[in-house]
């Protein structure tokens, strides 16, 4: 029997003492997009997360978990991270920045502590799905915990209503 995998992600929740459940998913066929991932997973899309990497104006760097449905909105997510204007880091970039790869972007265990902001309706959900580490793992668990293990800041609030 295979070992289960442990990415560091995971490895940094255990350490934490927060309670997770690894959920695997097939990527033979390359359809990694988020809704993808959430029809494979058998998870409603609103509660699977997907995670952002984006740049400021100062050359800052910001890291945001949105629902996989949604599209990023630039003017907000600026907003929360206290920028001028920001703009999605492209694909080719994003390894160098997190130590992570396409379709496996954890907002946990990165490179560098990059700000973390997670939108802020996940916390009406008893659990959110996020990426584990790496394309073909996600990892379930309540979203507070992910918060306060991403060291998150909620951004949002205004459209909870």
Known sequence: MAKPVKTNAMRQLERMGIEYRSISYDVADG?????AVAKKTGQPPERVYKTLVGQGASGGVFVFCIPVADELDLKQAARAAGEKSLALV???????LTGYLRGGVSPLAMKKAWPVFLWA???????????GGRAGLQMELAPQDLATAAGAQL??????N
């Not at 359809?31 to 809704?35: K, P």
């Not at 951004?155 to 909870?160: P, V």
């Open 155 to 160: 951004f949002g609030q205004e459209n909870t």
């Open 31 to 35: 359809a990694i997009d988020g809704l």
């Open 121 to 131: 309706p996940a916390m009406a959900h008893p659990t959110i799905v996020v990426s």
């Open 90 to 96: 492209p694909v080719a970039q994003i390894n160098a």
